[in-house]
């Protein structure tokens, strides 16, 4: 992300830090290390809920109840460890959280083994896995700073980590797909959980020096804290509207991809292979708007990228319930939906983050990533038992056809938001006065 009324155009100054992060070592490690993790996750994104629909006959209620259970620790814990990030180093906490999801990852494969493995234990994974990555979640955006200096670089970095899960999302499915089809459902989540352990030894080679947040002035009290990061967000004209269109995004995403699941294996009759294969497939369209990212944001308004790219995500779920006939027919217009919804996620991510880091300063940016991963993924938690529970009373198909009107609906205040509006990148923020806060 830029600095200055130029930021989205600005080439970096070679006087200062090098002008390409490719001669950034610390950041090429973690971004490496976030590559392998991000593979592993796309596996378990689909082997996860797998499980519980193959060897459990799980309902869509169940699986419903799987995906709250693994994001509704974003609604409850994400301000609280936004909190304690802003307080502490955040590589080791980040080490802690991928060595956490390792073991819970590892433990699905060995129940399965054992033979007692049941939906009980795997909700309880899988809220665990949910908690450790609230804490990584939360950690790593306020980390990138660390190891990217000049907020100049800071759009060229999150088009690098768009791309890197863009990457994931084409080439994961397919993989999870595979391995399932060839392993089984729980013995394939072994990859994620080996995907951890690289992430883990790349935050150990990182030779940059994280200095620990220097205390305030008065004493810190938790709620004052909380609150901070709070009105932060709500009381930014730019970051308030991104956060409040976050939920009915997510809600929308969620919903779909959980349901489109169970849809295209039991109403479809896809196999899980050929349901990985469109995930991969339809997924190249977020690797080229993560690809693209950096030079479309140069060339247009930043705005404008912004509306175009978020409508084309609320658009392309219609595609899913009016797909019929064949089934290669039918799996082609899931791929042209998946392709268009990704392809501009790809490029209104990096758009956001861009926003989010440039409009936030370095005490409040734990703080700012937690209140946006509690309302993103609050969003996201309610998606899975209300879109299951519907769908369980009038049907899969019906189901995906409402969320389809919903997300179009969403388009009108994506139209008014002062977001769709700007022209660059503002001006980065500047510390708030602890005088004035007090």
């Not at 590892?106 to 033979?115: E, I, Q, T, W, Y």
């Not at 392809?343 to 936030?360: A, E």
């Not at 038992?385 to 009107?405: E, H, K, M, N, Q």
């Amino acid at each position: 992300m830029s600095t200055g009324t130029d930021a989205a155009t600005a080439e970096p100054d070679v006087s200062g830090e090098r002008s390409t992060l490719w001669h950034n070592r610390d950041f090429v490690t973690f971004w490496v290390g976030e590559t392998v993790s991000l593979f592993g996750t796309q596996v378990t994104t689909l082997a996860l809920p797998l499980t519980a629909v193959l060897m459990f006959d799980a309902s869509t209620e169940q699986v419903g109840v799987l995906r709250f259970v693994q994001l509704v620790p974003y609604f409850g814990l994400a301000l609280l460890f936004g909190v304690w990030v802003d307080r502490v180093r955040r590589r080791p906490v980040m080490f802690a959280a991928n060595a956490v999801r390792m073991v819970l990852l590892a433990l699905v494969p060995l129940l399965s083994h054992l033979g007692v493995l049941s939906m009980g234990p795997l909700l309880i994974i899988a809220c665990g896995i949910g908690i450790a990555s609230v804490l990584f979640d939360v950690s790593w955006m306020s980390y990138v700073p660390t190891l990217v200096k000049d907020p100049k670089h800071y759009v060229e970095a999150y088009a690098k980590l768009g791309v890197t899960s863009s990457s994931a999302d084409v080439a994961g499915p397919g993989l999870a797909g595979v391995l399932v089809g060839a392993l089984t459902a729980p013995t394939a989540l072994v990859f994620d959980a080996f995907s951890y352990l690289a992430s883990m030894v790349s935050l150990v080679l990182i030779r940059a020096r994280e200095e620990r947040p220097t205390p305030p002035a008065t004493k810190r009290r938790l709620r004052t804290e909380l609150s901070d990061g709070w009105h932060w967000v709500f009381g930014d004209r730019i970051l308030r509207p991104l956060v409040l269109m976050g939920p009915a995004c997510n809600f929308c995403m969620v919903s779909i991809q959980t349901l489109f699941i169970v849809y295209a294996i039991r109403d479809v009759g896809l196999r899980p292979f050929m349901l990985g294969f469109i995930l991969s497939m339809s997924a190249v369209g977020g690797l080229l708007g993560a690809s693209v990212s950096r030079k479309v944001i140069q060339r247009f308004a930043l705005g404008r990228v912004y509306f175009v790219s978020m409508t084309a995500i609320f658009l392309a779920p219609a595609l899913i319930p009016l797909a019929s006939g064949t089934k290669p027919f039918v799996a082609a217009m899931f791929i042209v939906s998946f392709f268009v919804s990704y392809l501009g996620l790809g490029t209104v991510q990096v758009v956001m983050m861009s926003l989010r880091q440039t409009c936030t300063p370095a005490s409040l940016m734990g703080r700012m990533s937690a209140v946006f991963r509690m309302m993103l993924f609050g969003g996201g938690a309610l998606a899975g038992p209300v879109s299951g529970f519907v769908a369980g009373a009038v049907g899969l198909r019906t189901t995906l056809a409402l969320l389809a009107i919903l997300a179009v609906a969403l388009i009108v205040p994506l139209a008014l938001s002062p977001v769709s509006r700007l022209r660059e990148l503002p001006p980065p923020a500047v510390e708030p006065d602890p005088v004035a806060a007090s």
